[in-house]
C-alpha cells in the first residue's frame, strides 16, 4: 500500500455549496488581501494557504468512497457512495474504456449513501473489466439490483456489461485480496456494518465508518482497540459531536472526533482522519472540528503523538 485517495467523505446524503456561500468564500479572500501586494506567485498562495479550508476550499459532499493505491494493477475501493462517479472517471480517463481493469470494492454496509454511486459507476457498464463486491452482509447484490430496478433507476442490472461478482467474507479471518490482507469487523449500526483492516507489507489501513462506540462495555471497547492496534491510518466515523452521540443522536449509529482519538491513543494508531462528515456543517464548522480535535488529541496524549486529519474530497495521504 502506498497512497489513500478520497473520493467522497460525507454521510447520510450529497452536499454541495450554494452560489452564496461561494460567494461569501470570495469576500473573506478578498478582506484579507485588502491593501495588500504579492510579488510572485509563490507570496500569492502562502497568502491562499494562510486562509484555511473553510476560505481557499471545500471539504466537499460526495458520499463514501475511499481508494487505496495497493502499487499493484487492480484497483481496490471502500464503498460506492457518490464519490463512485468521480473515481470512475478518473479510472476511464487514465486507461482508456478499450482496457479491462479489475475493480476490487469493499462493502461497509448497504445503506443508501454507500451504493448510490453504483448506477453511476462507468466501469460496471463497460465489457471486459472486471467487478467484485465484497462485504459481510448476505444481502450485497440484492441491494445493488434493488436500486437499478424501475421504478428509482430506468437502466436495469441486467444491462451492466462488466462481470460483476459478489462474494460475502467472513469475519475475523484474514482473507487474501489483491494483495492485501483483509479482515472484517462488524460494527454497531442499524442493519449491522463491517469495519475493515488492509495489510501489506508491515502497513496497516482501518476503514470504519458508520460505527457506534459507546464506550461503556469493556469487551466491546477491547474489541476495536485490539482492530486498530498499530495501524498506520484508521479512517473514523466522527460524523456527530460527543455531546450529539451520547444524547440525542444515541444509537444513531455513528461516533465522534472525541471517541476516535481515545481509541487511537489506546490502539497506539500513527494517524486518525475523521471521517463520514455531517451534511449539516459547512467547511467552517467541520474546520473548527479539526482544530478541537487536535487540542483534545493534545492535552489528553499519553504517549506517541497522534496526528489528526480530516477527509476531504480529493485529499490523499501517502504512507
Given at each position: 500500500?502506498?497512497?489513500?485517495?478520497?473520493?467522497?467523505?460525507?454521510?447520510?446524503?450529497?452536499?454541495?455549496?450554494?452560489?452564496?456561500?461561494?460567494?461569501?468564500?470570495?469576500?473573506?479572500?478578498?478582506?484579507?488581501?485588502?491593501?495588500?501586494?504579492?510579488?510572485?506567485?509563490?507570496?500569492?498562495?502562502?497568502?491562499?494557504?494562510?486562509?484555511?479550508?473553510?476560505?481557499?476550499?471545500?471539504?466537499?459532499?460526495?458520499?463514501?468512497?475511499?481508494?487505496?493505491?495497493?502499487?499493484?494493477?487492480?484497483?481496490?475501493?471502500?464503498?460506492?457512495?457518490?464519490?463512485?462517479?468521480?473515481?470512475?472517471?478518473?479510472?476511464?480517463?487514465?486507461?482508456?474504456?478499450?482496457?479491462?481493469q479489475t475493480y476490487h470494492i469493499f462493502m461497509?454496509?448497504?445503506?443508501?449513501?454507500?451504493?448510490?454511486?453504483?448506477?453511476?459507476?462507468?466501469?460496471?457498464?463497460?465489457?471486459?473489466?472486471?467487478?467484485?463486491?465484497?462485504?459481510?452482509?448476505?444481502?450485497?447484490?440484492?441491494?445493488?439490483?434493488?436500486?437499478?430496478?424501475?421504478?428509482?433507476?430506468?437502466?436495469?442490472?441486467?444491462?451492466?456489461?462488466?462481470?460483476?461478482?459478489?462474494?460475502?467474507?467472513?469475519?475475523?479471518?484474514?482473507?487474501?485480496?489483491?494483495?492485501?490482507?483483509?479482515?472484517?469487523?462488524?460494527?454497531?449500526?442499524?442493519?449491522?456494518?463491517?469495519?475493515?483492516?488492509?495489510?501489506?507489507?508491515?502497513?496497516?489501513?482501518?476503514?470504519?465508518?458508520?460505527?457506534?462506540?459507546?464506550?461503556?462495555?469493556?469487551?466491546?471497547?477491547?474489541?476495536?482497540?485490539?482492530?486498530?492496534?498499530?495501524?498506520?491510518?484508521?479512517?473514523?466515523?466522527?460524523?456527530?459531536?460527543?455531546?450529539?452521540?451520547?444524547?440525542?443522536?444515541?444509537?444513531?449509529?455513528?461516533?465522534?472526533?472525541?471517541?476516535?482519538?481515545?481509541?487511537?491513543?489506546?490502539?497506539?494508531?500513527?494517524?486518525?482522519?475523521?471521517?463520514?462528515?455531517?451534511?449539516?456543517?459547512?467547511?467552517?464548522?467541520?474546520?473548527?472540528?479539526?482544530?478541537?480535535?487536535?487540542?483534545?488529541?493534545?492535552?489528553?496524549?499519553?504517549?506517541?503523538?497522534?496526528?489528526?486529519?480530516?477527509?476531504?474530497?480529493?485529499?490523499?495521504?501517502?504512507?
Amino acid at each position: 500500500m502506498k497512497r489513500i485517495h478520497f473520493w467522497g467523505t460525507r454521510g447520510s446524503l450529497p452536499v454541495a455549496l450554494t452560489a452564496r456561500q461561494v460567494r461569501d468564500k470570495i469576500a473573506a479572500a478578498l478582506r484579507g488581501a485588502s491593501g495588500r501586494t504579492f510579488s510572485s506567485e509563490p507570496e500569492l498562495d502562502d497568502y491562499i494557504d494562510s486562509l484555511g479550508m473553510q476560505v481557499w476550499g471545500t471539504y466537499g459532499g460526495h458520499t463514501s468512497c475511499v481508494e487505496i493505491e495497493t502499487g499493484g494493477p487492480d484497483y481496490v475501493l471502500c464503498d460506492l457512495g457518490s464519490g463512485a462517479r468521480p473515481f470512475a472517471q478518473q479510472a476511464i480517463a487514465r486507461h482508456g474504456p478499450g482496457t479491462p481493469q479489475t475493480y476490487h470494492i469493499f462493502m461497509s454496509h448497504v445503506h443508501w449513501d454507500h451504493i448510490m454511486g453504483f448506477p453511476f459507476f462507468i466501469p460496471a457498464y463497460i465489457p471486459g473489466n472486471r467487478i467484485r463486491i465484497y462485504g459481510g452482509h448476505p444481502d450485497l447484490e440484492a441491494a445493488l439490483r434493488r436500486q437499478h430496478g424501475a421504478p428509482s433507476f430506468p437502466v436495469d442490472f441486467g444491462a451492466l456489461g462488466a462481470t460483476i461478482e459478489f462474494v460475502q467474507l467472513e469475519p475475523g479471518i484474514d482473507h487474501e485480496i489483491a494483495g492485501l490482507s483483509v479482515r472484517l469487523l462488524l460494527q454497531r449500526h442499524a442493519g449491522d456494518s463491517f469495519g475493515y483492516r488492509f495489510m501489506s507489507a508491515g502497513r496497516s489501513v482501518v476503514y470504519t465508518t458508520d460505527s457506534e462506540h459507546k464506550l461503556v462495555e469493556a469487551a466491546e471497547t477491547q474489541r476495536f482497540i485490539d482492530f486498530f492496534r498499530d495501524a498506520d491510518v484508521v479512517i473514523f466515523d466522527a460524523m456527530y459531536s460527543l455531546a450529539e452521540a451520547v444524547s440525542v443522536k444515541a444509537d444513531w449509529g455513528h461516533s465522534s472526533n472525541i471517541v476516535g482519538v481515545e481509541l487511537c491513543h489506546l490502539a497506539n494508531v500513527r494517524q486518525l482522519c475523521l471521517f463520514h462528515h455531517e451534511p449539516a456543517l459547512g467547511d467552517a464548522e467541520i474546520s473548527r472540528v479539526l482544530a478541537e480535535t487536535r487540542r483534545f488529541e493534545k492535552i489528553t496524549r499519553t504517549g506517541a503523538p497522534l496526528v489528526v486529519t480530516t477527509a476531504y474530497d480529493g485529499l490523499e495521504i501517502d504512507f
